[in-house]
Each structure stands twice: as C-alpha cells, then as structure tokens.
T-cell receptor, first 111, second 116 residues
Framework: KNQVEQSPQSLIILEGKNCTLQ??????????LRWYKQDTGRGPVSLTI?????NTKSNGRYTATLDADTKQSSLHITASQLSDSASYIC??????????FGRGTSLIVHP | DTAVSQTPKYLVTQMGNDKSIKCEQN?????MYWYKQDSKKFLKIMFS???????INETVPNRFSPKSPDKAHLNLHINSLELGDSAVYFC???????????????FGPGTRLTVL
C-alpha cells in the first residue's frame, strides 16, 4: 500500500532554533518527492522537489534530504523565524504524477 | 498579478444543489490540477488536465466534472452536492508534468465549500 508518514505531527520551537521534520514512505515505484509549506488559510507553496538521483536540495533556510534506499526524507529548517509557523507537507509521487500526500507536520515558532 | 486565482473564495450551499468553482492561471502553464483538502487538512488529487485533455482522474464521484475551456482555465462543476463534499478545493498549475512529473506546481488560494 502506498503511504507517506510524517513525524512529528506537531512541533513547537523557539525563534532562531533549528528543527528537522521527517517523512517515511512506502510509495512504489518512486518518481519524486516534494516538500510543501502551507500557511493557515492559504494554498501550499513548493519548497523542494527531488528525484531519485538527488539526495539533497536547498531552498534558502530549508534543506531537504532523500534516502531512496531507506525511503526516508527530512526537511531541515535553519535559524527558524516566526514566519516559518505553518504546516509542512511531504508528497511522494509514482509514475508521471500520481501523488500520495502525508498528513503534514504543524510547526509553531514562538518568539 | 495573481498567478493562480480561484472564485469564489467561500461557497455555502444546500445539499442537492449544483455549483461551480472557477480557476484561472496567468503563468502560461500547460497543466492544471484540482485538489481536495478535507477537514483534517489531508490533501488528495482529484483531476489533472494537460493542454485541455484529462490526464488524471482519481477515484472521484462522477458528480464532479472538470471543464477546461482553454489552457488557462480549469473549472470544477459539482452536481447534487452532499455533506461530505464540504472541504477546501485547491486549483494548481505547472508548466508541464516535467521529467518524472517533477515540475513545480503553483497553487491557488483555495475555495472553502460548505454544504448544509
């Protein structure tokens, strides 16, 4: 069964701290893995997209890693800001585009 | 200069009614999508159109019918609305599917549908 599991479900950190969000998947055959940021009441915004041959990709203070052997990905946020408070969603696709979404990690950054 | 726009932003209606949600993108993209996000914030793809042709049609009731009059528009028509249709519906677009389906997708602001 194609599944995407994210952890933790929610996370609270202090402004300026780093954090890492996890994504484990059983989707097969693997095509690509995306991380999205979704602010409350808004549409998701793409952070990174990685294909099978890529094991790390950065977008500013966001760095995603992919281990296709263990079927795990992580999203590392450096020097968190209040504006990082959002839901972070991992999406794993098979075929040309058949996505399976994780349920997201809710991140709250406190001043 | 909104890239992907949806109307209306909120839609409240009675069970059994028929309603439409409109989506427009001004990015010149060839591919558009409809997603449904339920009350637990779980996203699921419904449809994808590439150059006005249906590419993906996930297990969605046939009460839902997408219509693409041109590459810049993908509207969603829903017949005989049910309570379970209450959700936020997102439209998105990408240049194409890309290599391995990896083109960046740009999402609209969402339409919150409430069925009473």
């Amino acid at each position: 069964k194609n599944q995407v599991e994210q952890s933790p479900q929610s996370l609270i950190i202090l402004e300026g701290k780093n954090c890492t969000l996890q994504c484990n998947y059983t989707v097969s055959p693997f095509s690509n893995l995306r991380w999205y940021k979704q602010d409350t009441g808004r549409g998701p915004v793409s952070l990174t997209i990685m294909t099978f041959s890529e094991n790390t990709k950065s977008n500013g203070r966001y760095t995603a890693t992919l281990d296709a052997d263990t079927k795990q990905s992580s999203l590392h946020i450096t020097a968190s800001q209040l504006s990082d408070s959002a839901s972070y969603i991992c999406v794993v696709s098979r075929g040309s585009y058949i996505p399976t979404f994780g349920r997201g990690t809710s991140l709250i950054v406190h001043p | 200069d909104t890239a992907v726009s949806q109307t209306p932003k909120y839609l409240v209606t009675q069970m059994g009614n028929d309603k439409s949600i409109k989506c427009e993108q001004n990015l010149g993209h060839d591919t558009m999508y409809w997603y449904k996000q339920d009350s637990k914030k779980f996203l699921k793809i419904m449809f994808s159109y590439n150059n006005k042709e249906l590419i993906i049609n996930e297990t969605v009731p046939n009460r839902f019918s997408p219509k693409s009059p041109d590459k810049a528009h993908l509207n969603l028509h829903i017949n005989s609305l049910e309570l379970g249709d209450s959700a936020v519906y997102f439209c998105a677009s990408s240049q194409d599917f890309g290599s391995s389906g990896a083109d960046t997708q740009y999402f609209g602001p969402g339409t919150r549908l409430t069925v009473l």
